[in-house]
């Protein structure tokens, strides 16, 4: 389905989502805690009912057609693209680039100063919490809900991209959209890493099932955990004072730029073993 290609801006289901929860924050005005979880919640809400409703009309359509609406919901082949990306410019020593990157595709925190090795390991924890949030999760919920299930999802973790940050701003309005996500990806992030585990011929099991909950997010650590130890490679995140917030498979090397290759193409075929995962049953 990546051969089809994305859909123009002014008809891509994930845009139109992105300018509504920009729109709902534009027209927030709670001032008290209580006031901004209540705006938030309601402009959550609102999206994922809007984003269901239109996913019930479009399941009528028949299956090629659900098929080709449900492609934009999934994130594959920009995020594959996106660590590509990084990959290649730490391979030409371009770290300076390899950071702007980064920061431009893939994580929000400040990255002017990670080494070479902080770039590879957080382009590689990108890839594998992204790959439960933006493809095995819409995948999951499609098997499960269709595409009203799908296209809610979508919208519930765009929100929780753009309203789950502890702001001033969004400490409690995001909140709600933040613990949907959280529910949400309970099932995905746990399926990724099996499939992770089973991609890689069971390596690295011993890694996801010690340091799965060494993230403060209730899934992150689990896909990413998988994949740390099915690559060999130590993952780890410094907090603005140095410290480490977390560390996953410490016995593990320093991640290269070459681990970004191995890291897709361990993507790719975890994402196999997902469809295959969710669609067995379906299978004559």
Not at 243 to 262: F, S, W
Request: glycine residues 10%; contains cysteine; aromatic residues 8%.
């Amino acid at each position: 389905m990546d051969a089809l290609g994305e859909p123009p801006a002014r008809v891509h289901p994930v845009i139109h989502m992105g300018n509504y929860l920009k729109w709902a924050r534009k027209n927030w005005r709670g001032l008290t805690p209580g006031e901004q979880l209540a705006e938030g919640a309601a402009g959550w809400a609102l999206g994922a009912g809007l984003a269901a409703g239109v996913g019930l009309a479009a399941s009528r359509l028949p299956w090629y057609a659900q098929g080709a609406l449900l492609k934009p919901l999934l994130a594959r082949q920009a995020l594959f693209d996106a660590v590509a990306e990084v990959g290649a410019a730490l391979e030409r020593d371009d770290l300076p680039e390899a950071r702007r990157l980064l920061s431009w595709h893939l994580v929000s925190r400040d990255t002017s100063n990670l080494s070479a090795a902080e770039v590879a390991g957080a382009a590689i924890e990108s890839l594998a919490e992204n790959l439960s949030d933006s493809v095995v999760a819409p995948l999951l919920a499609y098997r499960v809900g269709g595409l009203p299930l799908a296209a809610a999802y979508r919208l519930t973790n765009t929100a929780d991209a753009m309203w789950g940050y502890r702001t001033a701003e969004l400490e409690w309005a995001g909140k709600v959209a933040a613990r949907a996500d959280d529910l949400l990806n309970l099932a995905p992030a746990r399926l990724t890493a099996l499939c992770a585990l089973a991609a890689s011929g069971g390596q690295g099991w011993r890694v996801w099932a010690r340091d799965r909950r060494n993230t403060t997010s209730p899934n992150a650590g689990h896909p990413m955990s998988a994949f740390a130890g099915a690559l060999g490679v130590r993952l780890d995140k410094r907090g603005p004072d140095g410290q480490a917030l977390y560390v996953l498979n410490a016995g593990g090397r320093e991640p290269q730029a070459a681990d970004l290759k191995r890291a897709r193409r361990l993507a790719g075929r975890t994402v196999a073993f997902a469809c295959f995962a969710l669609m067995w049953q379906t299978l004559p």
